[in-house]
Every structure is written in structure tokens, then in C-alpha cells.
């Protein structure tokens, strides 16, 4: 196992998290998979036999269900697995059981205290953004929570670039708060979104990055084909996070894949490429059999060469909007690294035969 630090923290990350989305199966997360103590133990112990020290939960996850699968399982065996849960989003029917408030932040952290059975929750992810709450609340709330030692670390998940930023000035303005070390995000060949903004940031602020659904909820498998959806899969059963715009570009890059590949694993190989890439620290991975973990784990064992990551690069890199196709054009001499995380290889569509 490759471990790898958080961003600019000093805590190391194994380069593959196991995801926990599929413990417990409450209401529409039985369409993604409904594994009890018994499933999650023999999971668990495969990914903690291959060097996996972090595990990924949230509060909302089949509505606390999956937090007190972890806590079960996780109590006699290694304290020293790390734990990651989340804060955010709407958990009842009250007017305060959803947002970032300081109220509600407090309240949700000593609730999945409880159910993971632990003193401490060692990242701590606000799960969405909340326009509501003003952020210098936020900050200050997760100030405290790190202070009285109930949480060691602090990110944010799926916030836009400008968001991100302001949380980590409003901390620094504040005198000194605790600040984001990490965000989870969705990043795949599919979905390169990030490298217009998130990817760049992380690079330039120290911020660990850590990519859920990194294979498309299975979509990038090899197992789903453009004739249909595997009969056995979340598609099958209506799921349709995250969204696909362009379904004859997904089949593309899956063809790239399987070209890729050869006699490998697909999914190793769109997870090695996902490992290469500016500021990734850790890969937020699932699955419903100790078969289908023990694949995805050989990722880490897996460098692909130049020639194989321009050929998933190719058929996979999103075009560039402005303002990037100006400073592609005219500040490429004075460009730092963040700004090459999304340029490096990029050129401009649509000049050819521009005569000035």
C-alpha cells in the first residue's frame, strides 16, 4: 500500500479509503447495496489486511445506519484506522436538521460520536455547501470541534473553487482558525470538471484531494457496455448519480480503456490514472464483494506509462473554457504549478488556420 500525506498536514493517507455508502441499505441506498455487520466485517478485514487506514462514512449514509456498521465493526480491531464522516446534509424534518450552523455541526458531530463508538472523528468533511450559514460561523464551529478534541482534521466536500477559498481566508482572518486540509470530490476520466478549478486550488493551497466514486459508480468497470447496463448494477435499478452528459463519450473512454488495458484490470488502470494526477491523495473506493475490493486494490500496484496516460488523456480531456484558453495563449511563461494541472498537455480547439 502506498501511503500518502493529506495535503500540507502531516497525516498519511492510504492511497485507496474504504467507502462505506453501501453499509446498511436505508431507503433509496438499498438500490447501491444493503450489507449488514456480518458483509462489512469480512469487507473490512480485506481492506485492512492490504494496508487500507482510512475509512469513509458520513451521517447521512443510509440516515446513520452506515456510521454504526463502522462503529460495530471497527471496535476491537485497530484503534489506529483513521475515520472519516461528514456533516451537512438533511437528516430529519425539523428546521435546524440540515446546513453548517454552529448548532447544527456540534450536535451531528457528537451524534456520529455515538455511533462510530470513538472519542474523536479524524477528518471531519462538510458534505455540501450551505449559502445559508455565514462562513466565519462554519470555521469558528469547526475551530471548536478541533480544540475540544473531537475531531483531528477538517475538509470540505463537493464546494465550487471561490467557496473553498473563502473558507480558508475566512479562517485565516479569524487569527489563525483551523483551515481545510482536504476536500473530497468527484474526479474521473469521465468527469474532469475539477481541473478547471478544485485540482489547481488544492495544488496551490496544500489541500489534500480525495475522489469519491472515482470509477462512475461502476461505470468505468468494463462490465456495462453501450448495448446496456450489467443486470446486477445500481443503473439497472434507477441510480443515476453522477450524472453522464454524454453517453457516447463515456463508451469512448471505456473503449480507450479496454485498449488500455489489455489483460489488466479496467478499473485498475482508470484508478492508476486517477493516482497520477496533481494533489490525490486517496481514492474513495466501494464495493459489494471481497473479489470486487481485492481488484480495485491491485490499483496501487499498477504505474501507467507516458504513452497510456496521453491515450486516456486524448480521449478524456475537457476543452478550455475561458479564461483558460486566453491564459493557454498568452500566460503559459509565467505559469506555477497549480496552473499546470489543468494546462499541461492542453491546447486551444478551434484556431486552426487563425491568421491573426
Sequence with gaps: MDYRYLGSSGLKVSALTMGTFTFGGRGDFGMVGAQDVADAERLVDTCLDRGVNLIDTANMYSLGLSEEIVGTVMKDRDPDVLICSKARMRIG??????????????RECERSLKRLGRDHIDIYLMHEWDGQTPIEEIMAALDILVK??????????????????????ASKAAGGLERFVAQEIHYTLEARESEYELLPLSVDQGLGVMIWSPLVAGLLTGKHTREGFAKDSRQAQGWTEPPIRDWDR?????????????????????????????????????????AQFEETLGACDLKLTDDEVAKLDAVSRPPLIYPYWHQNQFAKPRFSEAD????????????????G
Design 148 to 169: 475540544h478534541g473531537k475531531v483531528r482534521y477538517i475538509g470540505c466536500s463537493n464546494w465550487s473553487g471561490w467557496q473553498v477559498m473563502k473558507g480558508l481566508m
Design 93 to 106: 424534518e425539523g428546521p435546524n436538521d440540515e446546513g453548517l450552523s454552529r448548532w447544527h455541526l456540534i
Design 340 to 355: 499546470w494541472a489543468l494546462h499541461k498537455g492542453q491546447t486551444v480547439d478551434g484556431l486552426e488556420g487563425y491568421k
Design 250 to 290: 463515456l463508451w469512448d473512454i471505456v473503449d480507450v480503456l479496454r485498449e488500455v488495458a489489455g489483460d489488466r484490470s479496467v478499473s485498475q488502470v482508470a484508478l492508476a490514472w486517477l493516482l497520477q494526477r496533481p494533489a490525490v491523495a486517496t481514492l474513495v473506493v466501494g464495493g459489494r464483494t471481497s
